[in-house]
């Protein structure tokens, strides 16, 4: 089974920063591409993602103002959010597709973490 831990989420005020932690633990051989997807009174959207191998994407509403990265050594990805804006309040989902023997390919999610700006 694998679980994905959240940190980082809190109140801020309008053009001020976060980071978001996510550590994957738990039984698999490896992590595949790993993400951060955020869900306000609409659908779930995705925020950000990362391969294995650092290619990173962005929502168009977050590009220069959010960087993803992750430490494969620790399993863990992270969300840096800086300028933030009122619009980017939202629970913060982690996702991770993990790989093990056994299983195969699964898609993982993390419990939510609660990020609200001020304006």
């Known amino acids: 089974q694998v679980q994905l831990v959240e940190s980082g989420g809190g109140l801020v005020q309008a053009g001020g920063s976060l980071r978001l932690s996510c550590a994957a633990r738990?039984?698999?051989?490896?992590?595949?591409?790993m993400g951060w997807y955020r869900q306000a009174p609409k659908q779930r959207e995705l925020v950000a993602a990362i391969?294995?191998?650092?290619?990173?994407t962005y929502a168009d509403s977050v590009k220069g103002r959010f960087t993803i990265s992750r430490d494969n050594a620790k399993n863990t990805v992270y969300l840096e959010m800086t300028s933030l804006k009122p619009d980017d309040t939202a629970v913060y989902y982690c996702?991770?597709?993990?790989?093990?023997?056994?299983?195969?390919?699964?898609?993982?999610w993390g419990q939510g973490t609660q990020v609200t700006v001020s304006s």
């Open positions: 996702n991770a597709e993990t790989w093990a023997v056994g299983v195969g390919t699964k898609n993982n």
């Open positions: 738990g039984k698999f051989f490896s992590i595949n591409d």
């Open positions: 391969t294995r191998g650092g290619t990173t």
